[in-house]
């Protein structure tokens, strides 16, 4: 199946060998497409260096044996695979993978985006590999679905740009799903945050505070959600909504939704506000919504406002006060009949911490804040910070900081005393504040 993991294959990007007209039909007379469909990635490598050697035996092929086990590999990944881009997939460094081109194939590791030695033979090929992603999926993509949302067996997320509407050819753009989950802890451990604000967000799960985390594109929201998820008790019914699944949950009562496209004749989608709605007919203890992005807001907030306390949500903004101003501007668009004020006063009253994280220069992926929601002041909403990191310096382009903590409020305290873990928040506090490189 397209995507998945194969650890028997290195990485090993180049250039692309190729096999001539008269090699590849006595190729695919030893190898059969339609039963290599249906093979095991291992068998089917066995199965094809063999045929390989065959052909090389009646010099039908130019290439020595480090490139017959190279080509092998290629069209394993050609018939059963994403082609080219399957040693990147493999690679467990690479999270993102940017297609530009046949020769512009970028990816990021470790925060940082670089070019990679990955080539296509040409436009097509890059079309190719794009509809095959596609079609396993039951989508297509042509001139009149030129823009494609899909997701890989190991669930990572796919977007396919097509001609004419991308002018330099198709694009496309992979964002891997992890092969394991990352608890707060690992988060800790990769200077993410500090262990007093790894703790303390343990407990605000626990505590059924309504949590909204906010970032930019690639700044770990999801990664942050899921690890935040594994702290939700086991009795509690969780329903989790998403345009593509990417969250795991290991509580057993766990109902995970994903949105449906239309389909090519326009019929058959199956929206996030659809899927919120419905939701709260399940008799959910919460509510998990991948993404933030229009009219679902209002009613992911009526859910926070009528006893689904603990739900979490992520959107997109640079700060917490421009993730509350988003959140004002997307809950018009599903309460146009509400006045502003009216508004604001349902944000201040659902949601409890703000959680901002940011991709910095360095690659490193840090919450630079954690805010409390206090109060409606007039026309503002008024937050309070409890956590926040504090650039320093930057030594051999890594950035230096410290996480710096506040004062706990009555509400946050309140709430956790309510959950029976007032004594532990303390605690937890006591040692917050210590530097992080």
Known sequence: MFGQANSRLPSVPGALLTLSDAAREAFYELVEPSVAATLPRAALLERVTRALAQLSTRRMLPYNRQEL????????????????????????????????????????????????????????HVFNVAQRIVNAVGRRVDESTPMVDARLADG?????????????????????????????????????LSDAMARFLGLAARSRFNVLISGGTGSGKTTLLNALSKHINDDE??????????????????????????????????????????????????????????????????????????????LHANTPEDALLRLTNMLQMGAERLSEQ??????????????????????????????????LEG??????????????????????????????????????????????LHDCMAGAGEPVS
């Open 69 to 124: 086990t190279l080509l092998a590999r290629q069209l394993v990944d050609e018939m059963v695979g994403v082609g080219p881009l399957q040693p990147l997939l493999d690679d467990p460094e690479v999270s993102d993978i940017l297609v530009n081109g046949p020769d512009k194939v970028y990816v990021e590791r470790h925060g940082k985006l670089t070019l990679s030695g990955v080539r296509f033979r040409d436009r097509q």
């Open 156 to 192: 990572s997320r796919v977007n396919v740009i097509a001609p004419p509407v991308a002018l330099c050819g198709t694009t496309i753009s992979i964002r891997k799903f992890p092969s394991s989950r990352l608890t707060l802890t690992h988060l800790v451990e990769k200077g993410a």
């Open 237 to 314: 019914r969780i329903i989790t909504i998403e345009d593509a699944a990417e969250l795991s949950l290991d509580q057993p009562h766990w109902v995970p939704l994903e949105t449906r496209n239309e389909s090519a004749e326009g019929k058959g989608e199956v929206s996030v506000r659809a899927l919120v709605r419905n939701a709260l007919r399940m008799r959910p203890d919460r509510i998990i919504l991948g993404e933030v992005r229009g009219a679902e807001a209002f009613d992911m907030l009526q859910a926070m406002n009528t006893g689904h306390d603990g739900s979490l949500c992520t």
């Open 342 to 375: 009216i508004i604001q006063a349902q944000i201040a009253s659902a949601v409890d911490l703000v959680v901002q994280l940011e991709r910095m220069r360095d690659g490193q992926r840090r919450i630079t804040a954690i805010s409390e929601v206090t109060s």
């Open 379 to 424: 026309s503002q909403i008024r937050m309070q910070p409890l956590f926040r990191f504090v650039l320093e310096s930057e030594l051999h382009g890594k950035l230096q900081g410290r996480f710096i903590a506040h004062p706990l409020s009555a509400g946050v305290e309140e709430k956790a005393r309510q959950a029976g873990l007032l004594t532990e």
